[in-house]
């Protein structure tokens, strides 16, 4: 479970997070929907210690990141699949991540069939990868120490409708299994085919959550007008 309380995070005069609190519960899928610029960069960039608030706190399982022990075996993180040595191959940044957080050597062979990355592709440079790769790689990574939440930085960019079912079908599945999945997108129709539950948020601050169901079955429209008859 993640849990986000009055976290503010201003840069100048630039609001980038404003006064904002939820949850992300485990076994469920928690879609974190806004436009470019809306704060969700920064709001998960916070949870994983990269950025310190101004105010408020992020927990997960009820600590600040940076107390976590060995952070890897209790979150997985993908905020940007392209921040990667693009000199190194896929297996060689998954040996990396398996050996940094002391897990058995097996690992690295089946996160890559999880992702469905061939052993041919495995061996090529992450400089040569597509987009969807490196997400799939990125995923991988964040999977590899079995953790119980996931947070995932727009993790839809760059992958087919194809690609876009698989991870779908992946989070389902490890929400199922009890985990917490927290994933970011600025497109609406991403999220609703992911998430169990959705937080919106622009300019900084929440404008609306709840289950996916709820929301969208208030969908509707306020108008306002000077002369409401005549309109
Ligand atoms: N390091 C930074 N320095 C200055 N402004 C930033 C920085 N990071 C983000 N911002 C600003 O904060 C706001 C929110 O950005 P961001 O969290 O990246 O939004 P999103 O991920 O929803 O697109 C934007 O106005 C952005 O320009
Ligand atoms: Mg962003």
Redesign the pocket.
């Known amino acids: 479970m993640i849990t986000i309380v009055r976290l503010t995070?201003k840069?100048?005069t630039?609001?980038?997070?404003d006064d904002v609190s939820f949850t992300a519960e485990a076994g469920r899928v928690t879609g974190f929907l806004?436009?470019?610029?809306?704060?969700?960069?920064?709001?998960?960039?916070i949870m994983v210690g990269l950025?310190r608030p101004d105010t408020g706190s992020a927990t997960i399982s009820g600590r600040t990141y940076v107390d976590l022990p060995n952070p890897g075996l209790e979150v997985g993180v993908l905020l940007d699949a392209s921040a990667q040595h693009a000199g190194r191959t896929g297996r060689e940044i998954l040996t990396l991540a398996q050996q940094f957080m002391g897990l058995p050597r097996a690992r690295v062979e089946e996160m890559l069939e999880t992702v469905s990355l061939t052993p041919t592709e495995a061996s090529r440079r992450v400089g040569d990868y597509s987009l969807g790769m490196r997400q799939r790689l990125g995923i991988a990574t964040a999977l590899i120490g079995d953790p119980e939440v996931l947070i995932l930085?727009?993790p839809a960019n760059g992958l087919d409708p194809a690609g876009i079912r698989w991870m779908r079908d992946l989070l389902r599945g490890y929400a199922d299994r009890g985990g917490t999945v927290l994933l970011?997108s600025?497109l609406l129709h991403e999220i609703e085919v992911i998430a169990d539950d959705i937080v919106m948020?622009g300019l900084?601050r929440i404008v609306s959550m709840g289950t996916k169901t709820e929301l969208l079955h208030e969908a509707g429209t306020v108008v306002r007008a000077a002369d409401l008859l005549a309109l």
Do not use: M
Request: hydrophobic residues 25%.
């Open positions: 995070k840069y100048g630039t609001l980038a997070v806004g436009p470019n610029g809306a704060g969700k960069s920064t709001t998960l960039r950025t930085d727009e970011s600025h948020i900084g």
